[in-house]
């Protein structure tokens, strides 16, 4: 299985400033033939979550566009340019490219 | 808008069977796999596995000889079966939609608990 590992688990910002998360696979780059199968999505109690990048970069629908996605390889980053008080949720990436399709352990983003 | 809504019992006793049913509504449910994933209280995400409209399917090896999925296509729906359970299998199970690439569509989630 790919494993997927995300850090920090935690990490508090205060409003207006950059959150960064890590994704890091340990296997193989998580690409074929010409994108990479890593997408991150947003978790919120009681909502359903919400897919935020797919192919590492490329924003979903209605995703504002202080949330970006960068990397490659085996190395991959959510970005928040500018945090608002909506976007304290657990974040986490997940790899299409085989399966069991598998997650990152999640990130707590808080103000 | 295409919305996804689990509905099963939120109790099952251990060595039963835990069944659930997704209801797709909004859409067809040929334009998607079908997923179902679970999250244990305070852990992270376990993807189960897999139903295509056609029933084809796809399971996590680590689960495979517990799990069987289908799909019912003249009523939207699909539905997760997991055989003998533990306490180890109490978690929040999502059923979700993707393409190829991504899972796009969400169910809020279920709980199930499995105790005596």
């Known amino acids: 299985d790919i494993v997927l590992t995300q850090s920090p688990d935690s990490l508090a910002v205060s409003l207006g400033e950059r959150a960064t998360i890590s994704c890091k696979s340990n296997?193989?780059?998580?690409?074929?033939?010409?994108?990479?199968?890593l997408a991150w999505y947003q978790q919120k109690p009681g909502q359903p979550l919400k897919l935020l990048i797919y192919?590492?970069?490329t924003r979903g629908s209605g995703v504002p566009d202080r949330f970006s996605g960068s990397g490659s390889g085996t190395d991959f980053t959510l970005t928040i340019s500018s945090l608002q008080a909506e976007d304290v949720a657990i974040y986490f990436c997940?790899?299409?490219?085989?399966?069991?399709?598998?997650f990152g352990q999640g990130t707590r983003v808080e103000i | 808008q295409v919305q996804l809504q689990e509905s099963g019992p939120g109790l099952v006793k251990p060595s039963e069977t835990l069944s659930l049913i997704c209801n797709v509504s909004?859409?067809?449910?040929?334009?998607?796999?079908w997923s179902w994933l679970r999250q244990p209280p305070g852990k992270g995400l376990e993807w189960i596995g897999y139903?295509?409209?056609?029933?084809?399917?796809n399971y996590n090896p680590s689960l495979k000889s517990r799990v069987t999925l289908s799909v019912d296509t003249s009523r939207n729906q699909f539905s997760l079966s997991l055989r003998s359970v533990t306490a180890a299998d109490t978690a929040v199970y999502f059923c979700?939609?993707?393409?190829?690439?991504?899972?796009?569509?969400w169910g809020r989630g279920a709980l199930v608990a499995v105790s005596s």
């Open positions: 979700a939609g993707s393409n190829r690439f991504y899972f796009d569509l």
């Open positions: 909004g859409g067809s449910i040929t334009n998607h796999y």
């Open positions: 139903v295509y409209f056609t029933g084809g399917t």
């Open positions: 296997q193989t780059a998580l690409y074929s033939p010409d994108k990479y199968y």
């Open positions: 192919w590492a970069s």
């Open positions: 997940q790899q299409f490219l085989s399966t069991p399709w598998t």
